[in-house]
């Protein structure tokens, strides 16, 4: 990450980081501990950070979008909590620390993700358009349609592959983007070419992960990936071309430069 | 239940039966058929019915609550589909009939829910008012909150069965009469008395449910209930107490008669 853009992303993520450990203030007792635990990750913070540059690249303040960042991250973070489970990925560590349902049991990570998911609504609900961008986003026709491809489809095209990303990290990653510009006051335009950032960084994401986790684990066995249909400068190229794309839609609206540079830091991670 | 209620109930769970068969058209294929098939459980349809009712009872149609029903059932659907999995109840029949685990798999099951409760959101998206109802309801401070109280909670008292209940069916049940009243423009104070007559119908609920299971499992062991707590008779008298208490709360209502035969018919169970 560049200077000028961890200049911008540090106090942004701070901001991100409070508000996160303060949701849900009528919790309280041993589930308010459970359901906080996944949001204290550490992690990039990717979807709420595209909310608040979306809602500033269209002139908007970042604050703003908070309530949608902060919703982004909880419906992101259900969704690692459920997917980690032992009847879904089985993962018993994520950023170096046991996964919700390893420290607290496989039935209270169902309900902190549940839970996490339900109150993500709330923290939008004075927005329809929030409301309904998030759900269709989240919903069987978005991110959890792509967790069922994922754990049942047989990937066996490039096709197959990006229309499971779409769907699984796809849609949430464009929502940010939609939603942060619906939060900025973005005009009709503006929101369409958000849109096409979204789309674009969001498979940008995908593929450039692709890539790193190729460079970790060259000739393992593993799951369908672009390096594995494409080939390593392939996937490289085309990881490229995607951000050139995000930058493109960037630069049609009054304030594109940190998005510019997210989109930029995307592909930066894979040389 | 009585000639007149069965008149009234029957052309509005035919209603809405026919919308939960086509909720998430967007959703096709396999998934959309997982998705529908806890939708279709013959079950009493009591949250989507009271919504109904309560719309009805200031004066709106039950049409305007439609969508706050079919979001309340979905709701309530996807609770049952994670309640039922093996790392929670682990039940593998559910009205006679398998349950999503034990027909698609945990991983599908899990998905489900999701799906489900996300959904539902999005079906309630026009309304901040319903979103934010149907959220706290449903949520960590709400249904969710008793699931986890269920699953973890040592049970001693009545106070904290009381509780336990009223969180894990009773704000659902409660949200549902306050959400009919929202889209049948409830006033104020009518709202006040929808939300009284939702508490005590959503604990009397439950209440009737214990005697007709302690009738069924006399002498068994199980987890608390009221019978345990109070004594069959005692138990009763305290269903048909709750019952007068939301008799008394409907009355209040231009047009009560619907409420009042469900609340009677709540207890008329028990006996």
Not at 87 to 95: F, K, Q, S, T
Not at 236 to 248: C, K, W, Y
Request: overall charge negative; charged content about 25%; proline content about 4%.
């Amino acid at each position: 990450m560049n200077a000028e853009l961890a200049g911008w992303t540090a106090p942004h993520v701070a901001r991100i980081e409070a508000e996160l450990a303060r949701v849900m203030p009528e919790v309280t007792g041993p589930f308010r501990e459970a359901l906080l635990y996944p949001l204290r990750t550490g992690g990039k913070r990717i979807r709420p950070l595209l909310a608040l540059a979306a809602a500033e690249s269209v002139g908007g303040s970042a604050e703003a979008a908070l309530d949608a960042a902060i919703a982004l991250e909880m419906i992101h973070t259900y969704s690692l909590v459920h997917d980690d489970l032992p009847a879904m990925d089985d993962d018993d560590e994520r950023r170096g620390r046991p996964t919700v349902h390893v420290v607290y049991g496989d039935a209270t990570a169902i309900l902190v993700g549940d839970g996490l998911l339900t109150a993500a609504f709330e923290r939008v609900a004075d927005s329809s358009a929030l409301v309904k961008e998030l759900a269709r986003a989240a919903g069987p026709a978005g991110m959890v349609g792509g967790q069922y491809l994922d754990i049942k489809a047989q990937v066996r095209s490039l096709d197959e592959l990006v229309h499971l990303h779409e769907l699984k990290t796809g849609a949430l990653i464009r929502a940010a983007c939609r939603m942060g510009g619906f939060c900025g006051g973005a005009d009709a335009d503006q929101l369409v070419a958000l849109t096409r950032y979204g789309a674009a960084v969001g498979l940008a994401f995908q593929v450039a992960d692709d890539v790193l986790d190729a460079d970790q684990d060259a000739g393992e066995g593993g799951p369908p990936s672009y390096v594995r249909l494409l080939g390593l400068e392939a996937t490289r190229a085309e990881a490229h071309r995607l951000a050139v794309d995000a930058i493109t839609a960037a630069q049609e609206l009054p304030n594109p430069h940190v998005l510019v540079a997210l989109a930029r830091f995307t592909v930066e991670r894979t040389v």
